[in-house]
């Protein structure tokens, strides 16, 4: 027992030790493809029209239809050629005879890892250019599609879990159990839901990178293009793993014959790879990739092989548990090492950590790991005293799958960037918002109300931007994110950087064109969840 205890130990402290080098030293890196130039410059005022329009990304992107559009100062669409996609860079041939004027450029792309940006820009011929705030953005899980790809995803993880940990509990630790009709219902249950969730997340995958709504997952345009892009190869590379390994191990005790011995096992490891073909890791490179896969196969063995236990109660010999609380260990230590190598490097300082979304959630998975780990510390000593706690297994299997849960929203949530503005004080934003020919009031829930107020009402504009609770009084954020879109032209949300000072937020904005906005806020750290809420404001000329 005193060896078990120093070894628990040592344990502890090395992966505490290798959470803290992660958090000190993790190197900086993109979550989703970001906009690093654009020819030519936002902004600038050409004496004749460009032959063409250069977006370079940090990553690949693929294009959706009628996602670039060229606009005039009436809002209008410019025909133009069609845009094309070669890695980093999208290149946009130019009209000839484009006509003199200003010009706006909205944009919606597709990373490589499935998640849309989108943004704005302007250039001007023969005269001067409409000025506009609007950088790369990622549209984040917010909205109704965004919900349904972050639901989507946690099914798939959980599917995959239930029959990669079945099959290994079956393979590795209990083989007499193949027969058992609740190891065969789990196994089944893995297979096909995990199959239909992959179908369903093509389908959810085209409205959310549209930014349309979800009556449009039959739109067979849509559906292409998911399965033009990584994030659709890797899809369907996971449907056809798991026909062929519902055809090995339809009736699981068929998964000890010697052929499925070896090929089972090679085909969870496929699936691994495409869960981690399917985000960010695609185009990081081979060892990325590996890094990722190998952390999605531990947490499948792990979770999936704690359901198992749990389901099938004490009926379990000792002889299994033993086995499998070594490949339990093992998996947990795969899950610290790859864990600390992948998400943390997202994380380019502490205050990142805990100020933003990103860091917060994080800092939440870690501590849904902490306590699935203290659970399965309690399980492993009572085993080691001849005693079986099935109870702090239950609360293993509770946690793991808040885990997962948690994991599908930080895959769909993107690093913020930090922005700067000039300082103005609380009494600045009372005289602004009483000044103010426009003010919106936003309902923040229970956390309280936002209020927008913009000075003056036209396309050249000042916002100012105020969070109190219920009481009135000045609540803070952690994050301010603030969109802009017009419905009627059918353009899509174009994000407004937001600067916080003294307890406000602020922004000096230029809209491209008078007319009906719609604002979309999302606000985080000022409750327990984020809020998403959104009002409308007139723009004059």
């Known amino acids: 027992m005193g060896q078990l205890r120093t070894a628990s130990r040592r344990t502890a402290l090395s992966a505490a030790l290798a959470v803290l080098f992660g958090l000190l030293f993790a190197f900086p890196a993109a979550a989703h493809a970001e906009l690093v130039a654009i020819s030519p410059a936002s902004g600038a005022q050409l004496e004749r029209p460009p032959s063409e329009v250069r977006l370079t990304f940090t990553e690949s992107v693929n294009l959706i239809t009628d996602g670039i559009r060229l606009l005039d100062e009436d809002g209008a669409s410019v025909p133009t050629p069609a845009p094309t996609a070669t890695g980093?860079?999208?290149?946009?041939?130019?009209?000839?005879?484009?006509?003199?004027?200003?010009?706006?450029?909205?944009?919606?792309?597709?990373?490589?890892?499935?998640?849309?940006?989108?943004?704005?820009?302007?250039?001007?011929v023969g005269a001067a250019a409409v000025v506009v705030h609007g950088p790369a953005a990622s549209t984040g899980p917010a909205g109704p599609t965004g919900s349904a790809a972050v639901i989507v995803r946690l099914a798939g993880y959980v599917g995959f879990a239930?029959?990669?940990?079945?099959?290994?509990?079956?393979?590795?630790?209990?083989?007499?159990?193949?027969?058992?009709?609740?190891?065969?219902?789990?196994?089944?249950?893995?297979?096909?839901?995990?199959?239909?969730?992959?179908?369903?997340?093509?389908?959810?995958?085209?409205p959310y990178t549209a930014g349309t709504s979800l009556s449009q997952v039959l739109d067979m345009r849509l559906i292409q293009q998911t399965l033009a892009t990584p994030f659709g190869s890797a899809l369907l590379g996971r449907l056809a793993l798991y026909g062929v390994l519902g055809v090995l191990v339809w009736r699981l005790p068929r998964i000890l014959t010697t052929y499925a011995r070896w090929l089972v096992p090679a085909g969870i490891a496929g699936i691994a790879v495409t869960i981690a073909a399917a985000g960010h890791a695609t185009v990081s490179g081979p060892i990325d990739l590996g890094v990722d896969a190998v952390h999605a196969l531990a947490a499948g063995l792990w979770v999936g092989g704690l359901?198992?236990?749990?389901?099938?109660?004490?009926?379990?010999?000792?002889?299994?548990?033993?086995?499998?609380?070594?490949?339990?260990?093992?998996?947990?230590?795969?899950?610290?090492?790859?864990?600390?190598?992948?998400?943390?490097?997202?994380?380019?300082?502490?205050?990142?950590?805990?100020?933003?979304?990103?860091?917060?959630?994080?800092?939440?998975?870690?501590?849904?790991?902490?306590?699935?780990?203290?659970?399965?510390?309690?399980?492993?000593?009572?085993?080691?005293?001849?005693?079986?706690?099935?109870?702090?297994?239950?609360?293993?299997?509770?946690?793991?799958?808040?885990?997962?849960t948690v994991t599908a929203l930080l895959s769909m949530t993107a690093p913020p960037r930090q922005v700067v503005g000039p300082s103005i004080t609380h009494a600045d934003h009372v005289a602004a918002a009483e000044a103010a020919d426009q003010k919106v009031e936003m309902s923040l829930g229970g956390q309280g109300r936002a209020a927008l107020a913009v000075l003056p009402a036209t396309t050249g504009s000042h916002l100012h931007l105020a969070l109190s609770d219920t009481k009135g009084r000045p609540i803070a954020a952690t994050r301010v994110t603030l969109k802009v879109a017009n419905p009627d032209r059918n353009i899509a949300p174009i994000p407004v950087p937001m600067s916080p000072q003294d307890g406000v937020w602020i922004a000096n904005y230029r809209f491209p064109f008078s007319g009906n906005w719609k604002v979309i806020l999302t606000v985080d750290g000022a409750g327990p969840s984020a809020v998403v809420t959104s009002g409308n404001i007139t723009i004059r000329n």
């Open 162 to 206: 239930l029959f990669a940990g079945v099959a290994a509990f079956v393979l590795f630790c209990a083989p007499g159990s193949s027969r058992d009709p609740k190891l065969q219902l789990l196994a089944r249950c893995g297979l096909i839901g995990s199959a239909v969730v992959a179908l369903v997340a093509i389908l959810v995958q085209g």
């Open 307 to 404: 359901i198992a236990l749990a389901v099938l109660g004490r009926s379990v010999q000792p002889r299994a548990l033993q086995k499998f609380s070594a490949l339990a260990m093992a998996s947990v230590l795969t899950l610290v090492v790859t864990g600390t190598l992948n998400a943390l490097q997202h994380v380019n300082s502490l205050g990142q950590l805990l100020l933003t979304r990103y860091g917060l959630t994080l800092v939440l998975k870690l501590m849904l790991v902490a306590g699935a780990l203290a659970a399965a510390a309690v399980s492993r000593r009572r085993l080691h005293q001849n005693l079986v706690s099935f109870r702090s297994v239950r609360f293993e299997v509770g946690f793991t799958i808040a885990v997962l």
């Open 88 to 124: 980093h860079t999208v290149t946009w041939p130019m009209p000839p005879d484009l006509p003199d004027g200003p010009y706006i450029v909205t944009w919606r792309v597709v990373s490589a890892d499935g998640h849309p940006v989108s943004g704005a820009f302007s250039f001007g």
